[in-house]
């Protein structure tokens, strides 16, 4: 059974700072693996999609990374900002199933 | 924004009654998911569609019921509510399955007394 485990679970930095937010996983026979961001009492949003064959994905200052073969996958936000303040969940997936971790909730001080 | 709805966004119903929560999607994408969000638990599959009348069970499936009779609309219906299935409920769809990006509805608060 895949378990999926998010460290830190809440972190809070000033503005400016870069992170990283850790996801490790414990089946490598993964698909793909899904980064997304939770803001209070909303829905999930879809930050970055990082396929199986791939090491990298960028999109504006946010990079996440996967290594699949050690069950690791990095989220790096550059330059934060207040409104990055959210909860981060990162999702390994099989065939069908999306497996989430319980998210480092981020806080981010002007 | 992927263009999922969620219905009711909010309801209170007593223990014992049936509660039915609608997804509608207009993406036409294959997949369709119901989880429940829960503190200290995260984010955990209920059921889960793969076609018009295609469903399957998730994790913490006991007290609930899906039907899709149509691609657009994924039906989850708790038979009879009790306090334990008081949760925030998400639905969401993919093109097809884990290959693909999954996106998420708002979310339905459901509070059972």
């Known amino acids: 059974k895949q378990e999926v485990t998010q460290i830190p679970a809440a972190l809070s930095v000033p503005e400016g700072e870069n992170l990283v937010l850790n996801c490790s996983f414990t089946?490598?026979?993964?698909?793909?693996l899904q980064w997304f961001r939770q803001d209070p009492g909303k829905g999930l949003t879809s930050l970055l999609l990082i396929q199986s064959s791939q090491r990298e994905q960028t999109s504006g200052r946010l990079n996440a990374s996967l290594d699949k073969s050690s069950g690791r996958s990095t989220l790096y936000i550059a330059a934060s900002q207040p409104g990055d303040s959210a909860t981060y969940l990162c999702?390994?997936?099989?065939?069908?199933?999306?497996?989430f971790g319980t998210g480092t909730r981020l806080k981010v001080l002007a | 924004d992927a263009g999922i709805t969620q219905s009711p966004r909010h309801k209170v119903t007593e223990t014992g009654t049936p509660v039915t929560l609608r997804c509608h999607q207009t993406e036409n994408h294959r997949y369709m998911y119901w989880y429940r969000q829960d503190p200290g638990h995260g984010l955990r599959l209920i059921h889960y569609s793969y076609g018009v009348k295609d469903t399957d069970k998730g994790e913490v499936s006991d007290g609930y019921s899906v039907s899709r009779s149509k691609t657009e609309d994924f039906l989850l219906t708790l038979e009879s509510a009790t306090s334990s299935q008081t949760s925030v409920y998400f639905c969401?769809?993919?093109?097809?399955?884990?290959?693909?990006?999954?996106?998420f509805g708002p979310g339905t608060r459901l509070t059972v007394t």
């Open positions: 999702a390994p997936t099989g065939t069908y199933k999306y497996i």
């Open positions: 969401a769809i993919s093109e097809g399955g884990g290959a693909y990006e999954q996106y």
């Open positions: 089946d490598s026979a993964i698909y793909n």
